[in-house]
């Protein structure tokens, strides 16, 4: 995946994709918005260092699973 002309629809369908995972797997945190966030940023990130992502989805879902872990961390 690299950014292209399209790079701002990809980036709506993997907004709308990290809320929807996190709705569902993480309801509990009060800071779901920042996670998504956090987590996209993850992505941009590391494509605007050059690097490249096979599987996107699969990429921000790990990300997101390791922000909730350490927002549980911090939390306790």
Request: glycine share 6%; hydrophobic share 35%; charged share 30%.
């Amino acid at each position: 995946m690299e950014f292209g002309q399209d790079f701002e629809q990809q980036c709506e369908e993997y907004l709308s994709y990290l809320y929807g995972q996190a709705e569902h797997l993480y309801s509990d945190c009060t800071e779901l918005d920042v996670l998504v966030q956090d987590t996209l940023m993850e992505l941009i990130v590391k494509l605007n260092k050059g690097e490249v992502v096979e599987h996107p989805k699969g990429f921000l879902a790990a990300v997101l699973k390791n922000k909730y872990n350490t927002w549980l961390r911090e939390k306790i």
